[in-house]
T-cell receptor, first 113, second 111 residues
Framework: DAGITQSPRHKVTETGTPVTLRCHQT?????MYWYRQDPGHGLRLIHY???????DKGEVSDGYSVSRSKTEDFLLTLESATSSQTSVYFC????????????FGPGTRLTVL | SQQGEEDPQALSIQEGENATMNCSYK?????LQWYRQNSGRGLVHLIL?????REKHSGRLRVTLDTSKKSSSLLITASRAADTASYFC???????????FGSGTRLLVRP
């Protein structure tokens, strides 16, 4: 594994509460990504970053925000969690070109009650 | 929307047999990648094939790419129980920072 970790690994929260997931990589990768994985949908891109303070939306960005203040950290925030955001969240990173292979973290299982 | 769509959705084979998975996509690509995901784990990159390549090998893996048909196949030869996992294709477009993943093929290799 390319030294990419996620925290927490599991979280249960209630509807309406804010939640922040953290992704940390030690590879000095420029590009970082947040995906969610749901049965029957594969991986869907939420947000991505192409440098410190440079972020953009993916295909399912509603209800999510991100921040990247350091190369190694990429935070995903659910401002007010909803049950539809119950999912497994994966962070990934890649170096050099965005066309290169991506290295994935172990995932965070989030349950919103 | 999904760019890559895998076929079949699920595949069950006996150990030692070959497994073939297919991926179709819709738009022009820079490259196509295959990933494996073991249950409860993150995805692991297997192989990348560029748009100007037609075939690539890595150990027991063989990937083909047909850009005229917008399709790719992943062949795992002499499968092992440890190959049991979900396999995803992902496409990198010509002008994009991102990969778009298909919904995956679940492979079960029976001992």
């Amino acid at each position: 594994d390319a030294g990419i970790t996620q925290s927490p690994r599991h979280k249960v929260t209630e509807t309406g509460t804010p939640v922040t997931l953290r992704c940390h990589q030690t590879e000095n990768h420029r590009y970082m990504y947040w995906y969610r994985q749901d049965p029957g949908h594969g991986l869907r891109l939420i947000h991505y970053s192409y440098g410190v303070k440079d972020t953009d939306k993916g295909e399912v960005s509603d209800g999510y925000s991100v921040s990247r203040s350091k190369t190694e950290d990429f935070l995903l925030t659910l401002e007010s969690a909803t049950s539809s955001q119950t999912s497994v969240y994966f962070c990934a990173s890649t170096s050099g070109s965005a066309y290169n292979e991506q290295f994935f973290g172990p995932g965070t299982r989030l349950t919103v009650l | 929307s999904q760019q890559g769509e895998e076929d079949p959705q699920a595949l069950s084979i006996q150990e030692g047999e070959n497994a073939t998975m297919n991926c179709s996509y819709k738009t022009s690509i820079n490259n196509l990648q295959w990933y494996r995901q073991n249950s409860g784990r993150g995805l692991v990159h297997l192989i990348l094939i560029r748009s100007n390549e037609r075939e690539k090998h890595s150990g027991r893996l063989r990937v083909t790419l047909d850009t005229s048909k917008k399709s790719s196949s992943l062949l795992i030869t002499a499968s092992r129980a440890a190959d049991t996992a979900s396999y995803f294709c992902a496409t990198a477009g010509d002008s994009s920072y991102k990969l778009i993943f298909g919904s995956g093929t679940r492979l079960l290799v029976r001992p």
